[in-house]
């Protein structure tokens, strides 16, 4: 199946700075990108959808200034967590949907982010 | 509004049963299927895909069914083994650049 790299695997950081975290499509293009966001032992809560070229949409609830996510180019986009406090302290997930492919979507490794 | 649900939350089996992981949604209307594997601390695996046109999907040991018109999808593990012990998720998406709608997952241990 297609290949989707997410990094950091993990990042610790102090409360107040940003962390950006990358997810990459890396044998295929995809024109659209999901977030998701996962709590322990809970299922996966979408953020936002990321679209090449244009503005993210976000999820009722989820504070686009907060989560700021960059669609670049049809292999990259980036999820920055601006300010984070412990309690943005979770699992974030990124998918691709394969380009001309009949809606699979794949999936990142997730980022675990820890904010002291 | 979709709601998906897949219940029980936990299984444990013996090595070697044959299983099926149960998965139902609200809204018929949908575009496709997805399950999914994710090991602790890790993302997502694609196991299968189901168009709403099809029926099942097949990978080596699993076996993926749909029937859209009540609902169901259920995915069949034969010959359970120890590295089958995840948690299995199912989603559906109501069309091609859709989002996916993602039940809680069931999560599977398979004792040897």
């Known amino acids: 199946g297609a290949v989707v790299s997410q990094h950091p695997s993990r990042v610790i950081c102090k409360s107040g700075t940003s962390v950006k975290i990358e997810c990459r499509s890396l044998d295929f293009q995809a024109t659209t990108m999901f977030w998701y966001r996962q709590f322990p032992k809970q299922s996966l809560m979408l953020m936002a959808t990321s679209n090449e070229g244009s503005k993210a949409t976000y999820e009722q609830g989820v504070e686009k200034d907060k989560f700021l996510i960059n669609h670049a180019s049809l292999t990259l986009s980036t999820l920055t967590v601006t300010s984070a406090h412990p309690e943005d302290s979770s699992f974030y997930i990124c998918?691709?949907?394969?380009?001309?492919?009949?809606?699979?979507?794949?999936f990142g490794e997730g980022s675990r982010l820890t904010v002291l | 509004k979709q709601e998906v649900t897949q219940i029980p939350a936990a299984l444990s089996v013996p090595e070697g049963e044959n299983l099926v992981l149960n998965c139902s949604f609200t809204?018929?209307?949908?575009?496709?299927l997805q399950w999914f594997r994710q090991d602790p601390g890790k993302g997502l695996t694609s196991l299968l895909l189901?168009?709403?046109?099809?029926r099942e999907q097949t990978s080596g040991r699993l076996n993926a069914s749909l029937d859209k018109s009540s609902g169901r999808s259920t995915l069949y593990i034969a010959a359970s083994q120890p590295g089958d012990s995840a948690t299995y998720l199912c989603a559906v998406s109501t069309g091609a650049n859709s989002k996916l709608t993602f039940g809680k997952g069931i999560t599977l241990s398979v004792r040897p």
């Open positions: 189901i168009q709403s046109s099809q």
């Open positions: 809204d018929s209307a949908i575009y496709n």
């Open positions: 998918s691709a949907r394969h380009r001309g492919s009949s809606g699979e979507l794949f």
